[in-house]
């Protein structure tokens, strides 16, 4: 079996994995991912026990136990570019064997669980709620790196493209789906289903003016106002897309559990932001706990 070369898959000293900065007993086959490093000890403060505490640059780890169950939390930083790290230096940590520098025989699944935080394009989806994004469209071009179209849905990004108008200088949309088993099991009365779009900035791309134009002001209404079939694009962030795309590419489950902080159309923002962000965190632990 081809070995891997050290260009391609970097250790650092200890052995660990490069950016992650982990060994492959140091995470669980359960992992939550944040963007936000502090944000980790606001999932792990739960646990029965913290075992492990780890973390370079943004990325920090806690890897415990709630209720017998072996529970790591990531933060990802933002962006899809960190997703691409996160995901690829997780799954070599648990189908690569580091000392053979080879792709392992028998390969495994992890079940990854995002949570973060979103603004809504859609009135009725009001701040503080949940979301569960069933469908989203990545606005970054990064599932297009990768062999990747048998896992589009070429139909949606179609119609979204044509109904938009979308710029020919921006990258072509990939839209992915949420893994149903696992998003089955962490869905319940009164979490929103959505379609979200994953961007790649905050403010132009998501239409935020502050001092530069924007080359389509309309563009988060045109969002707003697709229908394809009843799927309506629900909401804004910057990870989905690519935790999605990388997910089903490697052979993971994976789902995004959104706190709605913004309402786009109604100009609003919640009023107490931790708060909200940290229900969704006690809602997807009590859930995982009854996997």
Known sequence: MTKIADSELILNEDGSIYHLNLLPEDIADIIIIVGDPDRVAKVSQYFDRIELKKGKREFKT?????NNKRISVISTGIGTDNIDIVFNE?????NIDFENRTIKKELKSLDIIRIGTTGSLQPEIKVDDFLMSEYAVGFDSLLHFYNSEHIQHKNIQQALMQHTNWFKEKSTPYVVEFDKDLGGKLLSEGIHKGFTATN????GPQSRKLRLDIQDPALNDKLASFNFNGLKVTNLEMETAGIYG???LLGHRA???NCILANRPNGNFSKNPEAATQKLIEYTLNKISEF
């Open 62 to 66: 806690h890897t415990g136990y709630l």
């Open 90 to 94: 997780l799954d070599a940590l648990v």
């Open 200 to 203: 790649v900035g905050f403010y």
């Open 246 to 248: 990388l997910a089903k």
């Open 255 to 257: 789902i995004s559990m």
